[in-house]
């Protein structure tokens, strides 16, 4: 079966500071990824998603960016953190290709960020 | 644009009464739609998803959901609901120009009372 990780669950982060965030998905290949923020724990806001290694699309413009470097590993990075970035950052997945286009999306559990 | 909306930002049910979570969509081909539910500080959980066929959707956890093609709907139900059920639920439709994205709506809180 496939199970989708992310690391860190927490994070708090001076206002300044670099970001990493990973995200990985095991028992599948060649997944379609994505980076969502959800901001006071309602909507989702997708950022970035990903259908292929190096291939990333970007929804909104901001100072975070998005990198696959592996198959199934999707990064979220910032350079300098914004009090705006915190939020709760959820990284999903889902099937890719047409055999995949009644499939949902399966989400990790999230990465809480706090900047101060 | 293909769109999402959840009109009730909250819910309020007693325990063992229906409920139901209201969403309607708009697409212009036929809509690929999905329920998702999330508890505090956790990922979302899918919980169904109409592709096509019948009308009537069952899920996960007792929940089925009505697609209403004339009225453009697909409500989130459940006919005995549970204190456990509280929690915050998302309706979601895929892109029909990009199968790759999802739209997803405001999101319900739901507060079942004992």
């Known amino acids: 079966s496939q199970t989708i990780h992310q690391w860190p669950a927490t994070l708090v982060q001076p206002v300044g500071s670099p970001l990493s965030l990973e995200c990985t998905v095991e028992g599948t290949s060649n997944p379609n990824l994505y980076w969502y923020r959800q901001a006071a724990g309602r909507g989702l806001q997708l950022l970035f998603y990903?259908?292929?290694?190096?291939?990333i699309s970007s929804e909104v413009p901001q100072n975070l960016s998005a990198s696959r470097p592996q198959d199934r590993q999707f990064i979220l990075s910032s350079k300098k953190l914004l009090l705006s970035d915190s939020g709760f950052y959820l990284c999903?997945?889902?099937?890719?290709?047409?055999?995949?286009?009644?499939?949902?999306?399966?989400f990790g559990p999230g990465t809480r960020l706090t900047v101060t | 644009a293909q769109s999402v909306a959840q009109p009730e930002d909250q819910v309020n049910v007693a325990e063992g009464n229906p409920l139901t979570v209201k969403c309607t969509y708009s697409v212009s081909g036929n809509p690929y739609l999905f329920w998702y539910v999330q508890y505090p500080n956790r990922g979302l959980q899918f919980l169904l998803k109409y592709i096509t066929g019948d009308n009537l959707v069952k899920g996960s956890y007792g929940f089925e959901a009505e697609f209403n093609k004339s009225q453009t709907s697909f409500h989130l139900k459940k006919p005995s609901a549970l204190v456990s059920d509280s929690a915050l639920y998302f309706c979601?439709?895929?892109?029909?120009?990009?199968?790759?994205?999802?739209?997803f709506g405001s999101g319900t809180k739901l507060n079942v009372k004992p």
């Open positions: 990903s259908v292929g290694i190096g291939q």
């Open positions: 979601a439709v895929r892109d029909e120009n990009n199968f790759n994205k999802f739209y």
């Open positions: 999903a997945w889902s099937p890719a290709g047409a055999s995949g286009v009644n499939h949902e999306q399966y």
